[in-house]
T-cell receptor
């Protein structure tokens, strides 16, 4: 069964509104979670690393005021797309995994398809 | 900086035949892990196989095997006896080890595989 749960699976919102996406690790504690963005037919681009109890680490070029990340517990990280615009429409997917950085795979949520009208 | 390269945007294979998906990587780290994921049209990321940088034997998981050539920095995925359900996008990815690394996963561009009946 799924070890990482992501909600919602799809959302349509109006331009200017904010959208929150949740990512939960179901049967393990994740001090670190990762948020990716994927455009159609393209690769997954890492947006940020979510750290439990501290500030997220954003990749170069990702606006931290636009994409707010909160990792308030060992099993929950949230991504909020603030003041969404049509160009923010994309597939957002979170992941979490074992603490051994090179010996354990990351498990992914099923992703959230965001459409901004 | 770490980098993953998949040079085959699209591949075709006849059902029941074997296919090799190419992946090369670049890293200055001695400890790293290489992963392959499958992404069907539904968007979920399915972990297929893992190879550690210190593993001397090539990894195998059912019909999947990883042809790891460390000196050439390549980690090709071999799928034997292709099935129609193997049609999907395939991503090669790498996690670097070391205490200073968060364990983030960096992806290649992906290869779309289509299995013909």
């Amino acid at each position: 069964g799924a070890v990482v749960s992501q909600h919602p699976s799809w959302v349509i919102c109006k331009s200017g509104t904010s959208v929150k996406i949740e990512c939960r690790s179901l049967d393990f504690q994740a001090t670190t979670m990762f948020w990716y963005r994927q455009f159609p037919k393209q690769s997954l681009m890492l947006m940020a690393t979510s750290n439990e109890g501290s500030k997220a680490t954003y990749e170069q070029g990702v606006e931290k005021d636009k994409f707010l990340i909160n990792h308030a517990s060992l099993t929950l990280s949230t991504l909020t797309v603030t003041s969404a615009h049509p160009e923010d429409s994309s597939f957002y997917i979170c992941s979490a995994g074992g603490q051994d950085p090179y010996n354990s795979p990351l498990h992914f949520g099923n992703g959230t398809r965001l459409t901004v009208t | 900086a770490q980098k993953i390269t998949q040079t085959q945007p699209g591949m075709f294979v006849q059902e029941k035949e074997a296919v090799t998906l190419d992946c090369t990587y670049d890293t200055s780290d001695q400890s790293y892990g290489l992963f392959w994921y499958k992404q069907p049209s539904s968007g979920e990321m399915i972990f297929l196989i893992y190879q550690g940088s210190y593993d001397e034997q090539n990894a195998t998981e059912g019909r999947y095997s990883l042809n790891f050539q460390k000196a050439r920095k390549s980690a090709n995925l071999v799928i034997s006896a292709s099935q129609l359900g193997d049609s999907a996008m395939y991503f090669c990815a790498m996690r670097e080890g070391g205490s200073s690394n968060t364990g983030k996963l960096i992806f290649g561009q992906g290869t779309t595989l289509q299995v013909k009946p």
